[in-house]
Nanobody, 127 residues
Framework: QVQLVESGGGLVQPGGSLRLSCVASGFNLGYYAIGWFRQAPGKERELVSCISSEDGSIYYTDSVKGRFAISRDNVKNTVYLQMNSLKPEDTAVYYC????????????????????YGKGTLVTVSS
């Protein structure tokens, strides 16, 4: 069964850190570009970051540059999102998704060509 499962969310104070994990089962994650998305209540889904399967290219949306870092471990079939200096506006459900083409995912901001989606993990940034 093909699955993407996220973990690592939770409640954190502003300025804190969390590391999210996205574990794939049923397929080889190493062949896919993986994106991290978030959706806050009442807002549209946003592509936060994504990482290529081929050359290590990485994309970040402007609001997280310098604070978030995406990485992958193909041996563990896992992609990570390290989130530092968290702000209340980072509060959202975060989920990962795959795409066979990194450039399509970036150009479309995750609207085109997505294949598998996880169910998400909630990140709440609040004092």
């Amino acid at each position: 069964q093909v699955q993407l499962v996220e973990s690592g969310g939770g409640l954190v104070q502003p300025g804190g850190s969390l590391r999210l994990s996205c574990v794939a089962s049923g397929f080889n994650l190493g062949y896919y570009a993986i994106g991290w998305f978030r959706q806050a209540p009442g807002k549209e889904r946003e592509l936060v970051s994504c990482i290529s399967s081929e050359d290590g290219s990485i994309y970040y949306t402007d609001s997280v540059k310098g604070r978030f870092a995406i990485s992958r471990d193909n041996v563990k079939n896992t992609v990570y999102l390290q989130m530092n200096s968290l702000k209340p506006e980072d509060t959202a459900v975060y989920y990962c998704a795959s795409n066979s083409d990194y450039h399509i995912m970036v150009a479309s901001l995750g609207r085109d060509g997505m294949t598998y989606y996880g169910k998400g993990t909630l990140v709440t940034v609040s004092s």
